[in-house]
């Protein structure tokens, strides 16, 4: 069985700071999505990074695939109170079913 | 372009009823799947519906059926409803049959609370 771990599990940061949430998996994956969820919302597609290495920008955003596709990083620089919520990473079994990992609950203090 | 609309949004039941959930995907698109999230669990997937047959199934009980109609949308069913069952739970459309890079775009769900 194929399992997404994330860590941390919770993070308060205060608005200005950096930071870096992982995903790691038990296996390697063809592609990893993250997402993130909003309180009261359903998760919205961030990115989806396919390629070992892959390093992609969404604005203060950053998110790194390993090169042994088994992990994967999302970067925030200067963390504003709209970066709230949980991010969650996806990725998609032999069995095309996606699976998400428990996701890293974020909270930025103004 | 409308989003996925998921109804009700809030529902409350007790032990033992049975309850059914609705969603209407995004226009055009063809998969709908279902998943269930609670605080201990996360997001955990249910089912799979493309062209009104199930594609893909979790690893829940027989209490969770779900269809889905020739417009695309689709509804599950919980029956004999468990205090365990109470989370939020929530839709998703594709265009196509999940590929690799197929982006799921999700409803707001419905949070069911069972007393």
């Known amino acids: 069985t194929q399992l997404l771990e994330q860590s941390p599990q919770f993070l308060s940061i205060q608005e200005g700071e950096n930071l870096t949430v992982y995903c790691n998996s038990s296996s390697v994956f063809s592609s990893l999505q993250w997402y993130r969820q909003e309180p009261g919302e359903g998760p919205v597609l961030l990115v989806t990074v396919v390629t070992g290495g892959e390093v992609k920008k969404l604005k203060r955003l950053t998110f790194q695939f390993g090169d042994a596709r088994k992990d994967s990083s999302l970067h925030i620089t200067a963390a504003q109170p709209g970066d709230t919520g949980l991010y969650l990473c996806a990725l998609k079994t032999s069995y095309d079913k996606v699976i998400f990992g428990p996701g890293t609950s974020l909270s930025v203090i103004p | 372009k409308a989003g996925v609309t998921q109804t009700p949004r809030y529902l409350i039941k007790t032990r033992g009823q049975q309850v059914t959930l609705s969603c209407s995907p995004i226009s055009g698109h063809r998969s709908v799947s279902w998943y269930q999230q609670t605080p201990g669990q996360g997001l955990q997937f249910l089912f799979e519906y493309f062209s009104e047959t199930q594609r893909n199934k979790g690893n829940f009980p027989g209490r969770f059926s779900g269809r889905q109609f020739s417009n695309s949308r689709s509804e599950m069913n919980v029956s004999t409803l468990e205090l365990g069952d109470s989370a939020l739970y929530l839709c998703?459309?594709?265009?196509?049959?999940?590929?690799?890079?197929?982006?799921?775009?999700f409803g707001n769900g419905t949070r069911l609370t069972v007393t």
């Open positions: 998703a459309s594709s265009l196509v049959l999940r590929q690799t890079n197929s982006p799921l775009h």
